[in-house]
């Protein structure tokens, strides 16, 4: 009888340990998951605003790049136009229409750009004042800066 009673003593020990032991293995895991969520938060929402700003790159890109092909269809469609203009004119008139090329357009937008006239200086001033465009037109510098009389 000792050793059935020293036997059950054992097993009910090993049952207290045992669950003591998944006890404590519990708590230590939560605490480190608990700890592995707060730095995966972290992560998640680095990597999803990464994610998102891939996103808006890709659909500006798009935006740019659609644009772009919508562009040389309407320049494509406009040296259509002016050709058909030209060939319709020599049909019915003798006026002569020469069709533009890209690059006269542009020789013409470097020519406006050429003609810009520097600003102007609309400030009332007399004949011989400076205007406010002028290099000396600002603040007078004092001599030297004087201090303020202090009283004791």
Do not use: C, W
Not at 117 to 143: I, N, T, V
């Amino acid at each position: 009888m000792i050793l059935e009673e020293f036997n059950i003593i054992v097993f009910i020990t090993g049952v207290v340990a045992g669950v003591a032991v998944a006890l404590i293995l519990k708590s230590i895991t939560t605490k480190n998951t608990k700890k592995n969520t707060v730095s995966n938060t972290n992560a998640i929402t680095i990597k999803s605003l990464q994610e998102e700003l891939d996103k808006k790159q890709v659909i500006i890109d798009n935006f740019f790049s659609d644009n772009s092909d919508h562009l040389l269809a309407l320049e494509k469609r406009l040296a259509e136009l002016r050709s058909s203009l030209s060939n319709g004119a020599n049909q019915l008139s003798h006026i002569q229409i020469e069709p533009a090329s890209p690059s006269t357009l542009q020789q013409e937008l470097a020519n406006e750009d050429s003609l810009a006239e520097p600003p102007r200086d609309y400030a009332p001033k007399s004949d011989d004042g400076q205007g406010m465009l002028s290099e000396k037109f600002g603040l007078k510098k004092q001599a030297e800066f004087t201090e303020p009389k202090r009283t004791i």
